[in-house]
C-alpha cells in the first residue's frame, strides 16, 4: 500500500509538471488523422551497430532524446512487435544497439502455444507526429504497439492486446532481443547486458574514440517494466517474462506500459526512475500530454501554411524535433543538431545551423527555439577564456558532448545572424527576459568582427581565421576563412587566385587573427542586417541611444557595400580586393550576392539589375533556384558542394531578397520550383542537405535540419 501511495504521489507530480488543458477532439483529429500519418518513411531494420555515414532509415526521436527508433519494414517478419533499433548516440557518433531490442512475444497460457504476430500478413505500421504505432490483426486476437518520447532520455512504449475470440483467454506476455555488436575493438566489447528485477540494462563500458564511440563507462540503456517480471540472459539475448498472464474476457483488452530509457550518468538514471514510475502507472496521462504538445506544435506550425503546403510543413517540424538534443556533458542547453541520419553532423552544435534552427523553431516552440540559441552562446568566448581573451564575444564553429580538441572547433566561426535569429525568436514568443539575456552577448559578438577581422580598419570585414596551434599557416587559415563563411569550397575561395592570408594585429601590435585579402559581399550585408536588428532588439529594450547609433552604423556600411561591393557592368554584387576595392569579378557570380537584397542594402537600380541574374534559367533560375554559382559559369557543378548544388538556406535568402524590392511574382515562382521539384520536400522521403540544382536530386546529409527550418518558414510566409 505505500508503494501504491508513492506511485500515486509521483503522478500527480507528473502531472502538475506536464499540466495544461486537454485539447478538443477537433484538435486530436487535426493532429492525430488529419493527413499527418507517415509525413516521412520511417521504416527500416538496421544490419550493423554502425550506420553508414548517411543512414537510410529516417529514424523518430523527440523531447531531446539522445536515442531514436524507427518502424519494422513491411515483411520483416522476424522483427515484428518491436521498434526497431535504438539508434543511440556514444557522446559524439550514431550507434545501433540492436536491430530490435524489444520485442514483444504472446503464447497461449493454456496451450503454450506461440501466437505470431507474423500471422497478420499486412500489419499496419504508422508513423504520426510525435509516435510511432504498429496494429496487428491475428485470429482472435488484435496487437496494438505505440511508443512515444516523455522526456529527454526516456520513451514510452504501451501494449494493447484485445481478445476478438467468443471465449476467455490467458495470454503470456514476453519481451526479448539481441546486442547488435561491432566487428572491432574496443567498441565490440563496450555493450554489456544484464538482467534487472524490472526488466533488462545495457552498460557501456568506457572507449574514447574520439568523433565515433565515446563513452566514460557510466552509461546505460535501460527497459523497465512496472508489473513483476524475470529476466534470463544469455550471450547477447535476453527474455523477460511477465509473472502473471494476461486475463481476457470476450470483447475486453488489458494494457501494458513499459519505459526505455538511454542515460549518461548515475544522477540522469535517477531523474529518470521518476520520470518512467510515473508514466508507466499512468500511461494514458503520459502519453497524452505528449500528444496535447503536438498538436500545439502543429497549430503553430501549421498557423499561415496553405493545407497543400502541410504535410511538408509536419515534416519540417518532425525533421527539427528528431533533432533536438536535451542537455548532455558539456552541452549544457538543449539544442539542435544538424542531422541525427549522418554521422558528420549527429551529436553537436553549429551558431550557422542553430541560427536558422531556431528560426524555424520558433514558429512551433519559441521555447525550443531560446533554448537552441542559447546552447551555442553558452560557449562564447569571454576576455576569462584561457589563451582565447583576444576572441572576447566570437562563437566556435562547434560544440559538442566533449569541450575538448575533439568536440569543439576554435580555428574560425561562422557569419553573424545571431540577432537575426534572435529577434525573429522573439517575435514568435515575445520574451523580453530572454531578448534582455541575449543583448549583451550579440553586442560582443558584433564588435568582435570589426576588432578581430578588419584588417585595414575601414569599416569592412573580412573572413578570416583566429590564432589557434590548428591555423600554422596559410593554407589552414584559408581552410578556416572558408569555413568561417559557411561556404566552404565555394570558388571565390579556390587556391590559385590572388587571394593571400594577412596578419591582424591589435593597438599594442598583437596578434589577434588573420584575414583574406578581400572583403566579402555577404559578411558585410550580414553585418548591416545584424546592427538593424540589434537596434530593434534595443529599441524594445528601451536602450534607444544605442539603437539610434546602431542605425547610423548601419546606414553608412550599407552605402559602403553599394558603392565598393557592385559592379555596374555585369549587374552584380562581389567580393572586393581588401587594397584596390575592385570588385573580383572574375571569381564568378555566387549567391553570396543575394544578401545585400536580403538585408535590405541594395539600391532599387541594383537590386533590378541583380534581378534579371535571378529569374535568368542559364544563371539561378535553375530547376532547383539559386544555386550557390550560376548555371553559366565555368566553375558550376551541380553536384558540387558550394559550387552549384542549392542549399534551401539561400533559396530561402533569393526568395526574401526578391519579395524585399516588391517582386512578389518572382519570389513566389522561386518558391514553388524549390518545394516541387527538391527532391524529398514532397512525398515522403527525408529533407536533404542540399540540392542537385539541375535534376532536383537530394544530396549529401538526410533529415537536414537548416533546410527543415527554412522550408517551414517560407512555407508560413
Same mark, same amino acid.
Given at each position: ?321 528528431? +533533432? ?6 558539456? !552541452?549544457?542547453?538543449? %539544442?539542435? *543538431?544538424?542531422?541525427?541520419? &549522418?554521422? =558528420?553532423? /549527429? ?104 576588432? +578581430? ?6 569599416? !569592412?570585414?573580412?573572413? %578570416?581565421? *583566429?590564432?589557434?596551434?590548428? &591555423?600554422? =599557416?596559410? /593554407? ?242
Amino acid at each position: 500500500m505505500r508503494r501504491g501511495i508513492a506511485v500515486f504521489s509521483t503522478v500527480i507530480a507528473f502531472a502538475a509538471v506536464l499540466g495544461a488543458t486537454p485539447a478538443t477532439a477537433h484538435q486530436r483529429d487535426e493532429a492525430d488523422v488529419g493527413g499527418y500519418a507517415d509525413v516521412l518513411d520511417r521504416r527500416g531494420t538496421p544490419d550493423r551497430a554502425e550506420p553508414p555515414k548517411s543512414n537510410p532509415i529516417s529514424v523518430f526521436s523527440d523531447a531531446g532524446a539522445w536515442h531514436a527508433y524507427a518502424l519494422p519494414a513491411a515483411g520483416d517478419t522476424a522483427h515484428y512487435g518491436g521498434f526497431t533499433g535504438p539508434l543511440y548516440l556514444a557522446q559524439e557518433g550514431p550507434w545501433y544497439l540492436s536491430q530490435a531490442f524489444t520485442r514483444i512475444s504472446l503464447t497461449e497460457d493454456e496451450t503454450g502455444r506461440a501466437i505470431p504476430l507474423s500471422a497478420d500478413p499486412a500489419p499496419e505500421m504508422h508513423a504520426y507526429p510525435g509516435r510511432l504505432v504498429q496494429t496487428y490483426r491475428l485470429p482472435g486476437l488484435e496487437v496494438e504497439l505505440g511508443l512515444r518520447f516523455v522526456s529527454d532520455r526516456s520513451a514510452l512504449v504501451q501494449a494493447r492486446i484485445r481478445n476478438l475470440a467468443p471465449r476467455p483467454r490467458a495470454i503470456r506476455v514476453s519481451w526479448n532481443g539481441e546486442l547488435l555488436r561491432h566487428g572491432t575493438e574496443p567498441v565490440r566489447s563496450a555493450p554489456r547486458l544484464r538482467g534487472d528485477r524490472d526488466g533488462v540494462r545495457v552498460e557501456f563500458a568506457k572507449v574514447r574514440e574520439p568523433g565515433k564511440f565515446v563513452t566514460d563507462g557510466t552509461e546505460e540503456f535501460r527497459v523497465v517494466h512496472p508489473e513483476p517480471v524475470s529476466t534470463v540472459v544469455t550471450g547477447d539475448g535476453y527474455r523477460t517474462t511477465r509473472r502473471d498472464a494476461l486475463r481476457l474476457a470476450p470483447g475486453a483488452a488489458n494494457e501494458l506500459a513499459w519505459g526505455e530509457s538511454y542515460t549518461f550518468t548515475a544522477a540522469e538514471r535517477d531523474r529518470e526512475a521518476k520520470t518512467l514510475q510515473a508514466a508507466t502507472w499512468a500511461p494514458h496521462l503520459a502519453a497524452e500530454r505528449v500528444d496535447q504538445r503536438w498538436r500545439e506544435y502543429l497549430r503553430r506550425g501549421l498557423a499561415g501554411v496553405a493545407p497543400g503546403g502541410r504535410r511538408t510543413a509536419v515534416k519540417a517540424i518532425e525533421t527539427l524535433t528528431t +533533432n533536438w538534443r536535451g542537455a548532455a556533458g558539456d !552541452l549544457r542547453q538543449a %539544442g539542435i *543538431t544538424p542531422s541525427l541520419t &549522418n554521422s =558528420d553532423f /549527429a551529436a553537436g552544435y553549429w551558431p550557422w545551423d542553430s541560427f536558422k534552427e531556431a528560426v524555424g523553431a520558433a514558429r512551433f516552440s519559441p521555447g525550443l527555439a531560446e533554448s537552441v540559441l542559447r546552447s551555442v552562446y553558452e560557449h562564447q568566448i569571454t576576455a576569462a577564456t584561457p589563451g582565447r581573451g583576444q576572441d572576447a564575444g566570437m562563437l566556435p564553429d562547434v560544440v559538442m558532448y566533449n569541450m575538448d580538441s575533439s568536440g569543439v572547433n576554435l580555428r574560425n566561426t561562422k557569419p553573424p545572424l545571431g540577432a537575426w535569429a534572435v529577434w525573429q525568436t522573439f517575435r514568435q514568443g515575445h520574451d523580453l527576459a530572454f531578448l534582455r539575456e541575449m543583448y549583451p552577448k550579440l553586442l560582443a559578438q558584433h564588435e568582435w568582427w570589426f576588432r +578581430n577581422r578588419d584588417h585595414d580598419r575601414d569599416g !569592412l570585414a573580412e573572413y %578570416g581565421a *583566429t590564432v589557434d596551434p590548428l &591555423n600554422r =599557416d596559410d /593554407a589552414t587559415r584559408l581552410e578556416a576563412a572558408a569555413w568561417e563563411s559557411g561556404m566552404d569550397d565555394a570558388p571565390r575561395f579556390d587556391k590559385g587566385t590572388t587571394m593571400r592570408v594577412l596578419t591582424n594585429v591589435d593597438t599594442r601590435g598583437r596578434v589577434v587573427g588573420y584575414s583574406l585579402n578581400q572583403e566579402s559581399v555577404d559578411l558585410n550585408a550580414y553585418l548591416v542586417a545584424d546592427k538593424h536588428y540589434l537596434a530593434e532588439i534595443a529599441r524594445a529594450l528601451g536602450d534607444h541611444a544605442r539603437a539610434g547609433e546602431l542605425t547610423r552604423q548601419a546606414d553608412k556600411l550599407a552605402a559602403r557595400v553599394r558603392e565598393l561591393m557592385y559592379d555596374r557592368g555585369s549587374g552584380f554584387f562581389y567580393d572586393v580586393d581588401i587594397e584596390t576595392h575592385r570588385p573580383l569579378v572574375e571569381r564568378g557570380k555566387g549567391t553570396e550576392a543575394l544578401i545585400p537584397l536580403w538585408a535590405g542594402v541594395a539600391a532599387p537600380d541594383q537590386a533590378a539589375r541583380v534581378r534579371q541574374s535571378l529569374i535568368d534559367p542559364d544563371q539561378f533560375a535553375t530547376t532547383v533556384p539559386f544555386p550557390t554559382v550560376a548555371r553559366n559559369s565555368a566553375k558550376f557543378d551541380p553536384n558540387g558542394y558550394w559550387r552549384g548544388t542549392t542549399w534551401v538556406d539561400q533559396a530561402y535568402f533569393g526568395i526574401k531578397a526578391l519579395e524585399a524590392y516588391g517582386y512578389g511574382g518572382d519570389a513566389r515562382r522561386a518558391r514553388d520550383k524549390l518545394m516541387t521539384n527538391a527532391d524529398g520536400l514532397s512525398g515522403n522521403a527525408p529533407i536533404r542537405e542540399n540540392y542537385n540544382s539541375v535534376t532536383g536530386e537530394g544530396r549529401n546529409a538526410t533529415n537536414f535540419s537548416w533546410s527543415a527550418a527554412l522550408v517551414l518558414t517560407l512555407l508560413a510566409g
